[in-house]
C-alpha cells in the first residue's frame, strides 16, 4: 500500500472488555513501531519489532498490553482487560530499517475510548 | 531519563508571520531530531530531520536548527499560511533502533 494503514480507526469498549488493534505497515518495512497518545499529549513509546522480533518493549504500561508481529508485517496490539486510562490514540509507524537515519512514516492512529 | 519539553503550547498569529517554535531536551546524547506535523484526527507527517552531528535542515518555507550540547532545536516557519495552522511535534531518537522521544507538542494557528 501507499502508507501505513490501522484499523479500525475508532473503537470504543467498555471497561473489561478485549481489544486487538491492527497495523499494516508499508510493505519491505523491517521496522514497527506503536506509540500510545492521550489527549493533548505527544505520542508515548510503547514497543518496537524489527521483522518478527520484538526487541523492545519496554513502553507497555502494563501486562494486559500485548504485541505480536508473527509474520513480520502486520502487527497487533492487544489490550486485555481495558481500563479508562487506556483510552487515548494508538499509533502505529514503520521505517525501512529504523536506523537513525530513516525516517518513521506513521498511520492516523485507531482512537480508543474505553466507557 | 530523557525529556522533550515544547514552547509555548498554542501560538496563534496572523498570516504572513515569520514564526519559531522551540523544542529543548535534556540529555545531549541523542541520535537525531526530528519535527511532525500531527492535523487533527491523521497521523504525524515527518517535516525535516537533522543528524546529531548536523545543525540545520531545511525544506522549503521551514528551517529546524539543533544545538545539540545546549540541549535546544527551533523550527522557523516564513511567511505563514492558514494551511500551516496544526499541531508541530518534536522528537528525539535516542538510539539507532529509532525509538523517539517526543515533546508535548505546539498547537499552530494561522489567521487569514
Known amino acids: 500500500g501507499a502508507g501505513v494503514s490501522q484499523s479500525p480507526r475508532y473503537k470504543v469498549a467498555k471497561r473489561g472488555q478485549d481489544v486487538a488493534l491492527r497495523c499494516d505497515p508499508i510493505?519491505?518495512?523491517?521496522?514497527l513501531f506503536w506509540y500510545q497518545q492521550a489527549l493533548g499529549q505527544g505520542p508515548e513509546f510503547l514497543t518496537y519489532f524489527q521483522n518478527e522480533a520484538q526487541l523492545d518493549k519496554s513502553g507497555l504500561p502494563s501486562d494486559r498490553f500485548f504485541a505480536e508481529r508473527p509474520e513480520g508485517s502486520v502487527s497487533t496490539l492487544k489490550i486485555q482487560r481495558t481500563q479508562q486510562e487506556d483510552s487515548a490514540v494508538y499509533l502505529c509507524?514503520?521505517?525501512?530499517?529504523?536506523?537513525?537515519?530513516?525516517?518513521?512514516?506513521f498511520g492516523p492512529g485507531t482512537r480508543l475510548t474505553v466507557l | 531519563k530523557q525529556e522533550v519539553t515544547q514552547i509555548p503550547a498554542a501560538l496563534s498569529v496572523p498570516e504572513g508571520e515569520n514564526l519559531v517554535l522551540n523544542c529543548s531536551f535534556t540529555?545531549?546524547?541523542?541520535?537525531?531530531l526530528q519535527w511532525f506535523r500531527q492535523d487533527p484526527g491523521k497521523g504525524l507527517t515527518s517535516l525535516l530531520l537533522?543528524?546529531?552531528?548536523?545543525r540545520e535542515q531545511t525544506s522549503g518555507r521551514l528551517n529546524a536548527s539543533l544545538d545539540k550540547s545546549s540541549g535546544r532545536s527551533t523550527l522557523y516557519i516564513a511567511a505563514s499560511q492558514p494551511g500551516d495552522s496544526a499541531t508541530y511535534l518534536c522528537?528525539?531518537?535516542?538510539?539507532?533502533?529509532?525509538?523517539?522521544?517526543f515533546g508535548q507538542g505546539t498547537t499552530l494557528q494561522v489567521k487569514p
Open positions: 540529555d545531549s546524547a541523542i541520535y537525531n
Open positions: 522528537a528525539v531518537m535516542l538510539s539507532n533502533t529509532g525509538k523517539l522521544i
Open positions: 509507524a514503520s521505517s525501512f530499517a529504523g536506523l537513525a537515519g530513516d525516517t518513521q512514516y
Open positions: 510493505s519491505g518495512h523491517v521496522s
Open positions: 537533522i543528524q546529531s552531528s548536523q
